[in-house]
């Protein structure tokens, strides 16, 4: 689609802050009106959209893409929304630590023992702990008391819970950056631990590197997301 506004603005109405081209609200896929809470994220989403071009690129409006999916997918039915992000209660990467290179184990232990422990304490669980990747089953408390957590959330917070979870396949890491408990780039570190291990050990694959800066770009994205809501 070519672009077609000159000014992209965020405008204040009943209920938050609207997307606004030439004055012209802007209506999501669904087309919902794109209203916001937040005036900052409202803000950062009208700036995505000054900043394109000649011809509009959806991959540059990441912001836009997430407030989308919240409207459209998650506010009309948040539970159901909620489910496949609540599910990775019953695997969450934390919970697996390699069970032969005694080196990895400890970084995994340095890594991820303080985001379990935070969590056990937040939301007053335990959890189970595997060597190896066989699936192992939580307690059952544990899990009811982390996926209420997720919905728990609102449609916006679930729609960043969504990359967040299924990028760094932890639920954890996920809630530790909704309830601002670690920074963003400490919790990356955290659910990419495994493979930059490997990568320090067997050297870098040019492939496997594009591939993951893709995945931490959209890691980020959502946790801006998140910070500006």
Not at 97 to 115: F, H, I
Not at 190 to 212: H, P, T
Request: aromatic share 8%.
């Amino acid at each position: 689609m070519k672009r077609f506004w000159k000014e992209a603005a965020a405008v204040q109405q009943d209920g938050g802050w609207a997307i606004a081209l030439d004055g012209r609200p802007v209506r999501t896929p669904a087309r919902a009106p794109l209203v916001i809470e937040s005036r900052a994220l409202a803000e950062a989403i009208a700036a995505e959209w000054q900043a394109q071009g000649e011809t509009i690129d959806p991959a540059s409006m990441p912001l836009t893409g997430l407030a989308n999916a919240a409207l459209d997918l998650a506010k009309p039915d948040p539970a159901a929304f909620a489910e496949p992000i609540a599910a990775y209660a019953q695997s969450d990467l934390f919970c697996y630590r390699d069970d032969r290179d005694t080196a990895l184990q400890a970084e995994q232990a340095g890594a991820w023992n303080p985001l379990l422990a935070w969590a056990e304490a937040r939301y007053g669980v335990e959890f189970a702990l595997a060597q190896g990747v066989l699936p192992i089953d939580q307690p059952a408390a544990t899990v009811a008391a982390l996926q209420d957590a997720v919905r728990a959330h609102d449609p916006f917070r679930l729609a960043a819970l969504a990359p967040l979870v299924t990028i760094g396949g932890s639920l954890v890491a996920g809630l530790a950056l909704a309830e601002s408990a670690f920074e963003a780039a400490a919790l990356w570190d955290a659910v990419a631990l495994d493979e930059l291990y490997q990568e320090r050990r067997w050297g870098a694959d040019s492939e496997a590197q594009k591939a993951r800066a893709r995945r931490a770009a959209d890691w980020h994205h959502a946790a801006r997301f998140l910070a500006l809501l």
